[in-house]
């Protein structure tokens, strides 16, 4: 029967020398982690819970004011109001002379879209629901750019209405070259359980048939060398779990985008989506309790939320042809960093 051999200490001529290295090396260890718990302890105040501002200008920092809106949500009405002029941006004939039409064009990113656009040299149509006063507003900024805005109040779930608005856009200006869909619906949920058919239906309808609709009506008058740019949203990358429908569409929207981008490749129309962050816009005061309205945008990497106006210059690119024109199918996130 065999027997097993004793394993004992490795023993050789080199045991004394590697031990005492061994040794050795676990001193520095030591003394590496004394030298560091050493600096955490003497470490001033962490700042790490303070608000990034890395822009032209400061910008509105969690937490914000409690506060709730009235669907669809005013702007006029939101305090602080959101920052959408982008003074230190300046215009270089990206868009001279196209003519751009923008779904929930009246506040929000709609709005500091428009204006950058018309700062670029572009006519805009302006779609929305009846929002009259934040779309009066737009208008006036887009025509202080000296460029002509339309205004096209109509709900693009249907069908018919986004085929008037692409009409009237074309009557008045005389083309199109840029479509922007970015209205959108959003309403937080507690529970799948919570989710009524009537909000999936709207969801849906609003967020990604009202896309459909628009690229549809627009697309027999978009010329080679055009674009379309889609208004995406970080849900649709990450999910969120209060926000079951909507997520569900923008992640539609992304797929959309980039079946759109393969579709339409032989054209010569780019498709692109913008997919971002927290934005303080209407949309999330018109939606979640003042309590969390407060908060919002501080858990992203920068802990607040966006401006419009650090949104637009993004939509600006994907229009751009000067910018972008090899650039089609992509989703491009503005998240304001991430966690850590």
């Not at 400061?58 to 009235?70: A, D, G, I, S, V």
Request: glycine residues 10%; aromatic residues 6%.
């Amino acid at each position: 029967m065999a027997t097993k051999k004793k394993v004992g200490r490795w023993s050789g001529a080199k045991q004394s020398g590697d031990a005492a290295a061994g040794r050795s090396k676990a001193d520095s260890d030591r003394k590496l982690q004394q030298q560091a718990e050493s600096r955490r302890k003497n470490k001033p105040a962490s700042s790490k819970n303070e608000a990034v501002q890395a822009g032209a200008r400061r910008y509105p920092e969690t937490p914000l004011p409690k506060q709730h809106l009235r669907k669809p949500g005013l702007e006029s009405e939101l305090k602080p109001r959101p920052m959408y002029r982008a003074p230190e941006y300046r215009g270089s004939g990206k868009l001279e002379d196209k003519v751009a039409l923008i779904t929930g064009g009246d506040s929000g990113i709609g709005r500091a879209v428009a204006v950058l656009y018309a700062r670029e040299g572009a006519d805009v149509a302006i779609v929305y629901l009846s929002e009259e006063e934040d779309a009066e507003e737009t208008r006036k900024a887009v025509e202080a750019e000296g460029r002509r805005a339309l205004l096209l109040p109509g709900d693009v779930t249907d069908a018919s209405f986004c085929r008037r608005a692409v009409d009237a856009t074309v009557r008045e200006f005389g083309q199109l070259d840029i479509l922007v869909n970015n209205a959108a619906f959003q309403q937080h949920v507690d529970s799948l359980e919570d989710l009524s058919e009537e909000q999936l239906d709207r969801t849906f309808k609003t967020n990604i048939y009202g896309y459909f609709h628009m690229a549809k009506a627009a697309l027999p008058h978009l010329p080679q060398g055009s674009a379309i740019v889609n208004s995406g949203s970080v849900t649709g990358i990450e999910g969120s779990k209060n926000l079951l429908d909507y997520s569900a569409t923008k992640g539609a929207i992304h797929a959309f985008t980039k079946s759109l981008a393969q579709n339409l490749l032989e054209k010569g129309i780019r498709v692109n989506c913008v997919a971002p962050g927290p934005v303080w816009t209407p949309l999330n005061p018109a939606d979640v309790d003042a309590e969390k309205v407060s908060e919002f945008g501080g858990d992203v990497g920068m802990k607040r939320p966006a401006q419009p106006e650090e949104v637009a210059p993004a939509y600006v690119f994907l229009a751009a042809p000067s910018c972008s024109s090899y650039i089609t199918g992509e989703v491009l996130p503005v998240l304001g960093g991430q966690s850590g």
